[in-house]
């Protein structure tokens, strides 16, 4: 049995992600549109898992490349802010884009079987995996390339490639990350599966993904830092 403390800390860390989530949405529409148009879905993914802090990540890093930012920074001739803050935080947010397309790709993936059940290796869990990727992979890749190929004014095969190289690792390394935590949870925490429909599950998915985002943020910085993925 799932200790009662537990349900109502899953439902009390996804009601904190939803209603964070929402305020960066707000937030967005009240005239603080990223820079950079996919910016403005990842943000409010990433909050959804993150939360609270995840929030204030948005308002200290996120807030820094938005269009009035940039077009203030035009006018006076300096550099965009985004540019100026710490490499940290660059790599923060290159990992974060990263995680905003396996995030989606990864709900959508958990629903589909949820609809459509299917197992591998007689594992649920195992199948889910494998749907996970595979659309973690293509969101990722989609994400990646529009910010690539803008950027760099690349051609659509170009910016295709220029996608893939960025994303591959980045993704591997995240998705590593929440598998492995999603295994303790099956197999060492409950010893069971967990439902999709129940909250104890998404909220493991919370954790998973901010496992995921320790897993990749190394990976992230040798990329930017190689030039292989762009600073953002």
């Known amino acids: 049995m799932t200790p009662g403390w537990l349900e109502w800390l899953a439902i009390l860390a996804l009601a904190s992600g939803a209603c964070s989530a929402l305020v960066v949405i707000f937030d967005l529409l009240a005239g603080h549109r ?68 396996c995030t989606l790709g990864d709900v959508v993936a958990e629903w589909m079987l949820f609809c459509f059940p299917l197992t591998l290796l007689g594992q649920r869990m195992f199948a889910a995996w494998l749907a996970d990727f595979i659309l973690a992979y293509l969101f990722g890749i989609a994400f990646q390339y529009f910010t690539i190929k803008p950027m760099k004014q690349l051609t659509p095969g170009q910016g295709l490639i220029a996608a893939i190289q960025a994303d591959t690792l980045s993704l591997a390394a995240w998705q ?57």
């Open 176 to 232: 590593l990350g929440m598998y492995g935590w999603m295994a303790i949870a099956r197999f060492l925490i409950f010893g069971r599966e967990l439902p999709v429909s129940q909250p104890l599950f998404w909220f493991m998915m919370q954790i998973a993904m901010l496992a995921g985002f320790a897993t990749a943020y190394p990976v992230n910085w040798w990329l930017v830092r190689s030039g292989i993925k762009e600073a953002m």
């Open 34 to 101: 990223q820079h950079m148009w996919i910016m403005n879905l990842v943000w409010p993914i990433t909050v959804l898992y993150s939360g609270p802090l995840g929030l204030l990540a948005y308002y200290r890093i996120g807030r820094l490349s938005t269009h009035r930012a940039m077009h203030h920074a035009q006018q006076h001739g300096e550099p965009p802010p985004g540019k100026r803050k710490p490499f940290w935080q660059t790599v923060a947010v290159a990992t974060t884009h990263c995680g905003g397309g």
